[in-house]
Each structure stands twice: as structure tokens, then as C-alpha cells.
């Protein structure tokens, strides 16, 4: 079972594996709890997000070319900070959060496939768990180019649904809006900020891309855009065509977009959201299994898990215990409460990650990838202000 992970993803993959994670974690499952806190500026919830989310990508991406291990945020924390122990602390709340936002959106998924097929829900969130599961084992490169296929689909999907959403009758509540209530705006700029986690996925992956210091950061930054545009374009669409009380009560809020904008019937949307939550439930238990790998080079108490299987190039324990942990977190909470306790863990992580930037960027400037000092601080900032928010606003 002894070996490495083998380099063999390039700047196209890795792309669209940042981008079907984020779209998958984000779009398809939350709109609908994001409308619930922010009414018609969910938009502007996500757009906020995105910003926060983009400058602490950004030293995410300077970092991969310091610190190029699998281990991610645990890596760049005792580098930067010197302290083993929070690294450890922190790579396990990432493995964590993985498996809980893994969790979060095999939930929501699963939510649109019983609209589609009448199959009880605990047997599909098992059977399709334990698929996944499977699938990040058998290989990365296999892994990530079944991610891109299912990435191509649910952007067309989100593109569908937004066509649909602007060729609405538009909503009493986007006719006449009402001004925004700033605590629940900023508490669903908190939630929202889950669906632009994949960035530290990419980083996680750092060990099997190749030329790592060009093509991480290219392809955080290009996934990054991309999806802010996408949330844009589809939550204006979404607020614009439903109410948002009804877009809150949805379990398939996406597809009730479709159904105002078109009339017809939304099960191929269902179909394109099974997709997508399946995308993002894949990249988060590859990544999952990633820091555990990781951790496993720095820690003795994990080394089990710094195994890869030589015929696979994949780490197998770590892969069964990242499937296992998201089918059980799918099974006993629900996905509001997933994708919130996903934010706060990551929110604490990202606010870390920028203060060790700052610390290692004063002892060694150079780098191959150099940001200005103001990122890593202006991260450090509004990290820590999204996490005010999730802890005591309410949702």
C-alpha cells in the first residue's frame, strides 16, 4: 500500500475541479437558506462572500508555492505561526469541515433526487456515499476528470435556470424591495460564504498538480471569478422570479426557479442539481483525504494515513474514513446546520492562514508567487468579521 500521490493534474482540471466544487457546494443547496436570511440581496450575500473568500484564495495560492504539501492549511500554519499543535488542530477542523460540507450536499442532492425517484432517503445518501467513495480511491486523475464532466453539466444547468429566472414575471418583493436588514445580511454572507470553499480544496491538491507554482495559484483565481459570476448571475435570477419566502421553504429551490421561469416541468433541473451535489460530495471526500495524507507526514500519531496505494496513487484509509464521515454527518444533521458549522470552522482556519502569511512574508519576502502585504492583513480582516457574524447573528 506504501507509496506517493503521482502528479498528474494540469491547469484545465484543477480549474474545473475548483469550480464544480464550489458551484456544487453552493448554488444548488443554498440559495434557498441564504434568500431566507437576506430576502431579494442574497445577490449581494454572495457577492460579499465572494470578496472575503478572494483574498484569503489569494494567500491560499502564495502559500501552495511556499509550503507545496498536501496537508494545506495545517502545512502553511506551523510554517508561518510555528505551532505544531494549532497546525494539527487546524488540519483536522479542515478534514473535518470536508466531510461535513461533503456531508451538507449529499443531503441537498439527495433532497433533489427523491423529487425525481421515489427511493427512501437514508438508503440513497448510503449508496451514493459509498460510490463516491470508491471513485476517489480508484484514482485523481479519474476522480477529477468525472468531476469536470459533471462540472460541464451543472454550469449549463445554472445557466438554464437563470435564463429562466430573467424570463420570469417578476416577484411582488423584487418590485417593491424592501431595504436590507443588515444583521441578516451579514449573517447570510456568513452561510454563503460555504459555497466558495473550494479554493482550499485546490490547495489541498497541491501535491498532484503539476508545476504546482504556476498552475495552483492560475487556477484559484480563475475558479474563483468564475464562480463569483456564476452566483451572480444565478441568485439575481432566482430572488427575481420567486418570493423569497418561497425560495426559503424549498428544498429544491433551483428547480422552482425553472418551473416560474418556463413552465414546464423542472425534473431535468433535479437531475442537473443530483449532478452537481455529487461533484461537490466527490471533491470535498478527495480533498478530506488529502490533509489526512498530509498530516500524516508531520505527525506521528497519524501516519497511518501517509500511505498511498501503489497501484492507485491514492491514500485508501483516508479516503474510506473522509466517505464514512460524510455519509454519517449526511445521515444525522441537517444541511443548514451543516453548511453553517462548515463556515465558522473555515472562518477560523482562513483568518490563521492569512496572520501566517503575514508572519512568514516578514522573515522571507521572495517567493514565486508574492502578494502585496495588504492582502494577507485585509483577509486577516474581514475573515474574522465573517466569523463574528456566523457566531452571533442570527441565521
Known amino acids: 500500500m506504501a507509496g506517493g500521490l503521482k502528479r498528474r493534474i494540469g491547469p484545465l ?19 434557498g437558506t441564504v434568500a431566507a436570511s437576506a430576502g431579494i440581496w442574497a445577490p449581494v450575500a454572495f457577492l460579499s462572500a465572494g470578496v472575503i473568500a478572494g483574498l484569503s484564495a489569494l494567500s491560499y495560492a502564495e502559500f501552495a508555492t511556499r509550503v507545496p504539501e498536501a496537508a494545506g492549511a495545517a502545512s502553511y500554519i506551523e510554517e508561518g505561526l510555528g505551532l505544531r499543535w494549532l497546525g494539527l488542530v487546524c488540519g483536522l477542523a479542515v478534514a473535518l469541515s470536508g466531510m461535513v460540507s461533503a456531508a ?43 468531476a469536470a464532466l459533471l462540472t ?21 418583493d423584487w418590485q417593491s424591495p424592501s431595504p436590507p436588514v443588515w444583521t441578516g445580511l451579514a449573517a447570510a454572507t456568513a452561510l454563503a460564504f460555504f459555497a466558495f470553499i473550494g479554493f482550499e480544496d485546490m490547495a489541498n491538491m497541491t501535491e498532484e498538480v503539476k508545476t504546482p ?15 463569483t459570476l456564476l452566483y451572480a448571475f444565478v441568485t439575481t435570477a432566482a430572488v427575481r422570479a420567486v418570493p423569497a419566502e418561497e425560495l426559503a421553504a424549498s428544498r429544491q429551490p433551483l428547480a422552482l426557479v425553472w418551473a416560474k421561469g418556463s413552465g414546464l416541468s423542472p425534473v431535468w433541473l433535479s437531475a442537473i442539481a443530483v449532478a452537481a451535489a455529487l461533484n461537490g460530495v466527490l471533491a470535498q471526500i478527495v480533498m478530506a483525504a488529502r490533509v489526512l495524507f498530509g498530516l500524516g507526514r508531520r505527525h506521528p500519531s497519524l501516519a497511518v494515513f501517509h500511505r498511498a496505494h501503489a497501484r492507485f496513487g491514492t491514500p485508501v484509509l483516508a479516503s474510506l474514513l473522509a466517505g464514512a464521515g460524510t455519509v454519517t454527518g449526511a445521515l444525522l444533521l441537517p444541511v443548514d446546520r451543516l453548511a453553517d458549522l462548515t463556515s465558522t470552522l473555515l472562518l477560523a482556519v482562513f483568518a490563521l492562514v492569512n496572520l501566517a502569511l503575514i508572519r512568514i512574508k516578514r522573515r522571507a519576502p521572495e517567493s514565486d508567487f508574492r502578494l502585496p502585504s495588504w492582502v494577507p492583513a485585509a483577509g486577516l480582516v474581514t475573515a474574522l468579521a465573517a466569523l463574528a457574524a456566523s457566531l452571533w447573528l442570527p441565521q
Open 213 to 227: 507554482a504556476r498552475t495552483v495559484p492560475l487556477g484559484i483565481i480563475a475558479a474563483l471569478v468564475l464562480t
Open 104 to 146: 451538507a450536499v449529499l443531503r441537498g442532492g439527495v433532497g433533489y433526487l427523491v423529487g425525481i425517484v421515489p427511493l427512501p432517503e437514508m438508503a440513497a445518501i448510503l449508496v451514493l456515499g459509498a460510490l463516491l467513495t470508491f471513485v476517489a480511491i480508484l484514482g485523481v486523475l479519474e476522480s477529477l476528470s468525472l
Open 152 to 172: 460541464v453539466v451543472e454550469v449549463a444547468g445554472l445557466l438554464i435556470a437563470g435564463w429562466a429566472g430573467f424570463s420570469a414575471e417578476p416577484a411582488a
Open 13 to 31: 482540471l484543477l480549474t474545473a475541479y475548483g469550480l464544480g466544487v464550489m458551484v456544487g457546494a453552493g448554488i444548488y443547496v443554498l440559495v
